[in-house]
């Protein structure tokens, strides 16, 4: 069988930093897919349906992430990793989202590293893949960012 890792020529797509930083981002998106499910699951008891639902709509899109970035890291000639980073759903609701807006940040500025180390490898398409996930990510920050102010009013 081909196999496109041991390839000559496969392996110089991408630096091994982007790879490894490739990786991180999975690691992240299964994190925050999983966590985001979780604590779906556990705000769907209390009395905030509409949060709840949004949970498990953000929690899914954020599988499609990293199924979105396995499938570049492969292309690459990487192995996607099936370990999550470290999960924190959070005991108490309002930490729950305290642990979300922290992880959202941290998704933002990675991807933003991501996306100048594809500019300067002169790779437009993992460039434009973090482009698109960026604004997804700034649109769930801005949700628990929302879901915090509204608990202030
Ligand atoms: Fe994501
Ligand atoms: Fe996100």
């Given at each position: 069988m081909f196999d496109r890792r041991s390839a000559k020529g496969g392996s110089n797509l991408a630096s091994e930093k982007l790879k490894r930083m490739l990786n991180e981002a999975i690691a992240r998106e299964i994190q925050v897919s999983v966590q985001y499910m979780w604590q779906h699951v556990q705000w769907?008891?209390?009395?905030?349906f509409a949060a709840s639902d949004k949970f498990k709509e953000i929690a899914v899109e954020e599988m499609k992430h990293a199924e979105r970035i396995a499938e570049r890291l492969w292309y690459f000639g990487g192995v996607p990793t099936t370990k999550p980073a470290p999960i924190k759903v959070g005991g108490e609701l309002w930490e729950m989202v305290d642990n979300d807006i922290e992880a959202e940040l941290e998704a933002i500025d990675m991807y933003k590293k991501i996306q100048k180390l594809a500019h300067a490898e002169d790779d437009p398409t993992t460039r434009l893949i973090f482009m698109e996930i960026l604004e997804d990510e700034e649109d769930h920050h801005d949700f628990f960012i929302s879901l915090k102010e509204g608990k202030k009013k």
């Open positions: 769907a008891g209390v009395d905030h």
